[in-house]
């Protein structure tokens, strides 16, 4: 079966600028997760959709991030404005249902490195 | 907020010998889960323990948990070169299915 996709690979923008990431999760998954990924750390949870709705966006930082996952399938990440600190992997993953709850793993995409200058 | 700790962050050893990366955390989990990263790449899933489980197995892993000392230890046997990258433990709790990340150990083998 196809992974999950990512796009862009790699983005540079000034601090100020706006940006967004695109992800299509597995075909069937429901459950699709946008992680940040600063370099030496482990991934961090920004936001979780169960199908069209969202489950978890308590570490999103709200003032400049936003998310959508409209139909249920694919979803985008923006970030307007950005700051030097958002330099960062952006990983999206999705699973065919609720994995914390023991019933399956996560899958993740490539993800987007992105540089604010 | 990161609930896994993981020790060592590094590790390097030669081609053959067996690496061991530990994992400890603070909450009451559902599972616990380890994925590798290689160098500029997302996560893969290696394998998942769930909290009545105390040890699995998976090819050359072995995963051991110990609830009551919040712990979990992966152990790769006869390491090849090419299981260079970072491991990553996450635990899975709650309702929601959201999984926390440790902070990695970096693992190098040596050919």
């Not at chain 1, 600063?38 to 959709?49: M, T």
């Not at chain 1, 960062?88 to 699973?95: D, E, F, G, R, T």
Request: hydrophobic share 30%; with cysteine; proline share 4%.
């Amino acid at each position: 079966e196809a992974g999950v996709a990512q796009s862009p690979r790699y983005k540079i923008i000034e601090k100020r600028q706006s940006v967004a990431f695109w992800c299509n999760p597995i075909s069937g998954h429901a459950t699709l997760y946008w992680y940040q990924q600063i370099l030496g750390q482990g991934p961090k949870l920004l936001i979780q959709f169960q199908n069209n709705g969202v489950v978890d966006d308590s570490q999103l930082p709200k003032d400049r991030f936003s998310a959508e996952r409209l139909k249920g399938v694919d979803s985008t990440l923006k970030i307007q404005p950005a700051k030097l600190e958002d330099s960062a992997v952006y990983l999206c993953a999705s699973s065919p249902q609720n994995s914390g709850t023991g019933r399956g793993e996560q899958y993740f995409g490539p993800g987007t490195r992105l540089t604010v200058t | 907020s990161q609930q896994g700790e993981e020790d060592p962050q590094a590790l390097s050893i030669q081609e053959g010998e067996n690496a061991t990366m530990n994992c400890s955390y603070k909450t009451s989990i559902n599972n616990l889960q380890w994925y590798r990263q290689n160098s500029g790449r997302g996560l893969v899933h290696l394998i998942l323990i769930r909290s009545n489980e105390r040890e699995k197995h998976s090819g050359r892993l072995r995963v051991t948990l110990d609830t009551s000392k919040k712990s979990s230890s992966l152990l790769i046997t006869a390491s090849r070169a090419a299981d260079t990258a970072s491991y990553f433990c996450a635990t899975g709790s709650g309702n929601t299915g959201k999984l926390i990340f440790g902070q990695g150990t970096t693992l190098q083998v040596k050919p």
